[in-house]
């Protein structure tokens, strides 16, 4: 079996990320060949979409969300991701499993809701939400009707680990925002989930976006599990790599791009929880164990920004009415080439995302 290095990973993730050149391409096109993007901040995306497309413009986003075209949902990992219309009604059914996994999933019947009928819960909240999108507290409040004696947070977040909501603009618009306010993604959308959704092609559209990976990457990435049994059925439709530094076997698209190791990578600024940091179980290709504790260290990830395609720092954003800040935490020394790349990159992101609010700076933290 042919053998793969670490860092020939590292450019074919980037290649499919497209992170090793900004794409002239559709931002709808764009997500569906991400497999999504995770929202659960909301303008999460929109740092992924600047960093990858070339010429982007936010207000497409906001303008796909406002036609129902794109729609924010907890998919992969349990976790909100911005998808297509098309892929929220093909991804939540396979990902319904990993929401009964939680602590609102379907044990929550056993405890703090021992005694209700999760389908007679849902049917109420479905006809709650169909009279208009509600908040959680809105729900909780209502449900109360139906099932008195419950706690009404309890209530409100069983239904929404329980059924597919949507969170509804203005909530994830570009420069605005609004409560989180839901309602169920066949109501939004006029049409049903899907009843056949296919986990082979789940896969097959994961190792076009992140390949070449093994069984416990797609796992990690997707929260599935049992997705052994997918690969072997796909196997004589996939070509198999090893990783050199591990031995792991690996898998990917017979076709799809697998960069010469020593392309040229660009500095790039991704935003907290990017598709790169959260792909894969292995996260060799992308970041060194020193790098990825610093990045995770006190209350879950922060923005990343990668140098020679590897992640070599955070970065933050701070604006005030007085004007905006970037601060680029490198976790390591950098050399005078990339400290300037880097600032330069910086102040692009700085002019997305703080265009009026007044004089702009980029720092370097120690």
Same mark, same amino acid.
């Given at each position: 079996m042919?053998?793969? /290095?670490?860092?020939?990973?590292? %450019?074919?993730?980037?290649?499919?990320?497209?992170?090793?050149?900004?794409?002239?391409?559709?931002v709808?096109?764009t997500?569906?060949?991400?497999?999504?993007?995770?929202?659960?901040?909301? $303008?999460?995306? =929109?740092?992924?979409?600047?960093?990858?497309?070339? +010429?982007?413009d936010?207000?497409?986003?906001?303008?796909?969300?406002?036609?129902?075209?794109?729609?924010?949902?907890?998919?992969?990992?349990?976790?909100?991701?911005?998808?297509?219309?098309?892929?929220?009604?093909?991804?939540?059914?396979?990902?319904?499993?990993v929401n009964?996994?939680?602590?609102?999933?379907?044990?929550?019947?056993?405890?703090?809701?021992?005694?209700?009928?999760?389908?007679?819960?849902? /049917?109420? #909240?479905?006809?709650?939400? /169909?009279?208009?999108?509600l908040?959680? @507290?809105?729900?909780?409040?209502?449900?109360?009707?139906?099932?008195? +004696?419950?706690?009404?947070?309890?209530l409100?977040?069983?239904?929404?680990?329980?059924?597919?909501?949507?969170?509804?603009?203005?909530?994830?618009?570009?420069?605005?925002?609004?409560?989180t306010?839901? @309602?169920t993604?066949?109501?939004?959308?006029?049409? !049903?989930?899907?009843?056949?959704?296919?986990?082979?092609?789940?896969?097959?559209? =994961?190792? #076009?976006?992140?390949?070449?990976?093994?069984?416990?990457?797609?796992?990690?990435?997707? $929260?599935?599990?049992?997705?052994?049994e997918?690969?072997?059925?796909?196997? !004589?439709r996939? %070509?198999?790599?090893?990783?050199a530094?591990? +031995?792991?076997?690996?898998?990917?698209?017979?076709?799809?791009?697998?960069?010469?190791?020593?392309?040229p990578?660009?500095?790039?600024?991704?935003?907290?929880y990017?598709?790169v940091?959260? $792909?894969?179980?292995d996260?060799?290709?992308?970041?060194?164990?020193?790098?990825?504790?610093?990045?995770?260290? +006190?209350?879950?990830y922060?923005?990343?920004?990668?140098?020679?395609?590897?992640i070599?720092g955070?970065?933050?954003?701070r /604006?005030?009415?007085a004007?905006?800040?970037?601060?680029?935490?490198?976790?390591a020394a950098?050399?005078?080439?990339?400290?300037? #790349?880097?600032?330069?990159?910086?102040?692009?992101?700085?002019?997305?995302?703080?265009?009026?609010? $007044?004089?702009?700076?980029?720092?370097?933290?120690?």
């Amino acid at each position: 079996m042919e053998k793969i /290095t670490v860092r020939a990973l590292n %450019r074919a993730l980037l290649a499919r990320q497209l992170l090793l050149a900004r794409e002239r391409r559709g931002v709808l096109d764009t997500v569906e060949h991400l497999v999504g993007l995770q929202s659960q901040v909301p $303008g999460a995306p =929109y740092t992924g979409l600047w960093a990858r497309l070339d +010429g982007f413009d936010p207000e497409d986003v906001s303008r796909l969300m406002t036609d129902r075209a794109l729609v924010r949902m907890s998919t992969l990992r349990g976790t909100v991701h911005l998808h297509s219309a098309a892929d929220a009604l093909a991804l939540r059914p396979l990902c319904q499993q990993v929401n009964d996994r939680g602590p609102f999933g379907r044990s929550v019947y056993r405890r703090a809701l021992a005694g209700v009928d999760p389908a007679a819960l849902a /049917t109420a #909240a479905r006809r709650l939400l /169909t009279e208009r999108p509600l908040t959680n @507290t809105e729900l909780g409040a209502a449900l109360l009707a139906d099932f008195p +004696g419950y706690a009404p947070s309890d209530l409100a977040w069983a239904v929404r680990d329980g059924l597919p909501l949507v969170q509804v603009p203005p909530r994830g618009l570009w420069g605005r925002g609004g409560r989180t306010t839901s @309602t169920t993604v066949e109501h939004w959308l006029g049409r !049903p989930l899907d009843p056949e959704p296919s986990p082979d092609r789940l896969v097959l559209r =994961y190792l #076009a976006a992140f390949g070449p990976a093994g069984v416990r990457d797609a796992q990690a990435w997707s $929260g599935l599990t049992r997705l052994a049994e997918v690969f072997e059925r796909l196997r !004589p439709r996939l %070509r198999g790599f090893a990783d050199a530094a591990t +031995g792991r076997e690996l898998f990917d698209l017979p076709d799809a791009p697998r960069p010469d190791q020593d392309t040229p990578a660009p500095v790039r600024l991704l935003p907290v929880y990017d598709n790169v940091m959260l $792909g894969h179980d292995d996260r060799s290709r992308i970041a060194d164990p020193d790098a990825l504790r610093a990045l995770t260290a +006190g209350n879950g990830y922060q923005p990343a920004f990668l140098v020679d395609g590897r992640i070599r720092g955070s970065w933050a954003l701070r /604006t005030t009415g007085a004007g905006a800040v970037l601060a680029l935490r490198p976790f390591a020394a950098l050399a005078e080439a990339d400290r300037a #790349a880097l600032e330069a990159t910086a102040g692009e992101l700085l002019a997305l995302h703080a265009p009026a609010a $007044g004089p702009a700076l980029v720092v370097f933290d120690r």
